[in-house]
């Protein structure tokens, strides 16, 4: 059974620090792999898809990273600011097309 | 640009009581799924739907039905409510399933008394 492991649970730093974020899956046989953003009382936002044949994807000051066979991707956050405050959320898409989460990464920027 | 609306946004239900969630979708979207959301935890989905007319089990559907009668409508219902299905409800479409991204409502937060 596929799972989906995001550490830390919770991140806090200061503003303008590059950051990077973890998530770790166990079954290597995924489609996709999901970033989303989740702000308190409201919906997600997707911020990156990579797929499975894909090593990389690009987003302004976000770059996602994938290693299918290690189960592992990293989402980097550049120059991070007050405004990146959220709830990052990964998520992959396995061999039943469903997709399959972790908890997230609760992450604090302070000004 | 409306994307994905649930209604309501928030509901106490009392245990035994009924209720249905309403996810309306105005991108065309094939694919439709409902998830809860608790503290801790990674979302789980209950069910989906690949297209109007159809809908599938996803990991935690007991307790839970739907339908699919509109290609932009997918109802999720209680039909008996409990404390356990106290949660944050979301849900999602997307156009082809696992080769695109995925787009959610806000949230519907239920708390079950």
């Known amino acids: 059974k596929q799972e989906v492991t995001q550490i830390p649970a919770a991140l806090s730093v200061p503003e303008g620090e590059n950051l990077v974020l973890n998530c770790s899956f166990t079954d290597s046989a995924i489609y996709n792999l999901q970033w989303f953003r989740q702000d308190p009382g409201k919906g997600l936002t997707s911020l990156l898809l990579i797929q499975s044949s894909q090593r990389e994807q690009t987003s302004g000051r976000l770059n996602a990273s994938l290693d299918k066979s290690s189960g592992r991707s990293t989402l980097y956050i550049a120059a991070s600011q007050p405004g990146d405050s959220a709830t990052y959320l990964c998520a992959v898409m396995d061999s039943n097309y469903q997709l399959i989460w972790g908890a997230g990464t609760k992450l604090i920027i302070k000004p | ?113």
């Open chain 2, 1 to 113: 640009n409306a994307g994905v609306t649930q209604t309501p946004k928030f509901r106490v239900l009392k245990t035994g009581q009924s209720m249905t969630l309403l996810c309306a979708q105005d991108m065309n979207h094939e694919y439709m799924y409902w998830y809860r959301q608790d503290p801790g935890m990674g979302l789980r989905l209950i069910h989906y739907s690949v297209g109007e007319g159809t809908t599938a089990k996803g990991e935690v559907p007991d307790g839970y039905n739907v339908s699919r009668l509109k290609k932009q409508n997918f109802l999720l219902g209680l039909e008996s409510a409990a404390p356990s299905q106290t949660s944050v409800y979301f849900c999602a479409s997307s156009y082809l399933g696992a080769r695109t991204e995925a787009f959610f409502g806000q949230g519907t937060r239920l708390t079950v008394v």
